[in-house]
């Protein structure tokens, strides 16, 4: 592989197994970063790793479950141990729920989306910070969503969690950008991820047509679209950019 941004620059990646975890983790393996991928199904993480190795590239695969914070001190002891530094996270780990209108959903539905989408993050984030500080700083991006700057009907447990990381993102980034640490979040439009296949097999034609047709570009989004803005705002072209939420939607919302 060529020496690229990421030369030697060491990053996780939670739920980088799959969809935009999986190429982004690809992305940054192609330009020289050490990878660590963070997620639960080891099949999967040991595929991307193999993957990544087969490209001339250096990964890590951790089995972690991100509701256990147990399990995501381990994770960070272990870059530790063994990079003692961290330059840039992907808090990217998160879930869909069923779509149901709002006085619909049980508390242990509530728990288990907020538990992955939002306090799994903020887990991260108490540990990522730290490890960034002690070598000078770092860069962060947390998974929103375009749900985070809206909301549809059906979707108010996923959209309440979404938002929370864009406010989640914003605070921390005020509070540690003197410590040269940037914190930003990624807002995915609709993306041609295994989530989406499955919202796809459960709705037919008609829901994808509804979606193409919200969408000005007129086709759903490639998880390498998603990585390319990731690996944009962890560089030294975004060295100016903290606390924003970048959509990456192909336009969507504009009608909305």
Same mark, same amino acid.
């Given at each position: 592989? #060529?020496?690229?941004?990421? &030369? *030697?620059?060491?990053? +996780?990646?939670?739920?980088?197994?799959?969809?935009?975890?999986?190429?982004?983790?690809?992305?940054?393996?192609?330009? !020289?970063?050490?990878?660590?991928?963070?997620?639960?199904?080891?099949?999967?993480?040991?595929?991307?790793?193999?993957?990544?190795?087969?490209?001339?590239?250096?990964?890590?695969?951790?089995?972690? *479950?991100?509701?256990?914070?147990?399990?995501?001190?381990? =994770?960070?002891?272990?870059?530790?141990?063994?990079?003692?530094?961290? *330059?840039?996270?992907?808090? #990217?780990?998160?879930?869909?729920?069923?779509?149901?209108?709002?006085?619909?959903?049980?508390?242990?539905?509530?728990?288990?989306?907020?538990?992955? #989408?939002?306090?799994?993050?903020?887990?991260?984030?108490?540990?990522?910070?730290?490890?960034?500080?002690?070598? !000078?700083?770092?860069?962060? +991006?947390?998974?929103?969503?375009?749900?985070?700057?809206?909301?549809?009907?059906?979707?108010?447990?996923?959209?309440?969690?979404?938002?929370?990381?864009?406010?989640?993102?914003?605070?921390?980034?005020?509070?540690?950008?003197?410590?040269?640490?940037?914190? #930003?979040?990624?807002?995915?439009?609709?993306?041609?991820?295994?989530?989406?296949?499955? &919202? =796809?097999?459960? !709705?037919?034609?008609?829901?994808?047509?509804? =979606?193409? *047709?919200?969408?000005?570009?007129?086709?759903?989004?490639?998880?390498?679209?998603?990585?390319?803005?990731?690996?944009?705002?962890?560089? &030294?072209?975004?060295?100016?950019?903290?606390?924003?939420?970048?959509?990456?939607?192909? !336009? &969507?919302?504009?009608?909305?």
């Amino acid at each position: 592989m #060529n020496t690229k941004r990421y &030369q *030697d620059k060491v990053v +996780v990646i939670t739920g980088g197994n799959s969809g935009i975890g999986r190429a982004t983790a690809l992305a940054f393996a192609r330009e !020289g970063a050490e990878v660590i991928i963070a997620a639960r199904r080891e099949k999967e993480g040991n595929e991307v790793v193999q993957e990544i190795k087969s490209m001339g590239g250096s990964a890590l695969f951790v089995k972690t *479950d991100l509701r256990e914070p147990d399990q995501i001190e381990a =994770l960070f002891a272990r870059i530790r141990e063994k990079y003692g530094r961290l *330059d840039c996270a992907f808090n #990217n780990a998160g879930v869909w729920p069923a779509m149901k209108w709002t006085a619909n959903y049980r508390l242990e539905e509530f728990d288990e989306v907020m538990n992955i #989408n939002v306090k799994a993050v903020w887990r991260c984030m108490k540990h990522e910070i730290p490890l960034m500080i002690e070598t !000078g700083g770092g860069s962060i +991006v947390n998974t929103s969503s375009i749900s985070g700057w809206g909301g549809w009907e059906g979707t108010s447990l996923y959209t309440s969690s979404k938002h929370a990381v864009i406010g989640l993102t914003r605070a921390a980034a005020v509070e540690f950008g003197r410590k040269n640490v940037r914190i #930003n979040a990624i807002c995915p439009g609709i993306t041609e991820t295994p989530m989406l296949e499955r &919202q =796809l097999a459960e !709705g037919g034609e008609a829901m994808k047509k509804a =979606l193409l *047709d919200i969408t000005p570009l007129g086709r759903f989004g490639k998880p390498e679209e998603i990585a390319g803005a990731v690996l944009f705002l962890c560089s &030294q072209a975004a060295s100016y950019i903290t606390a924003k939420s970048i959509v990456v939607a192909g !336009g &969507q919302g504009i009608r909305t």
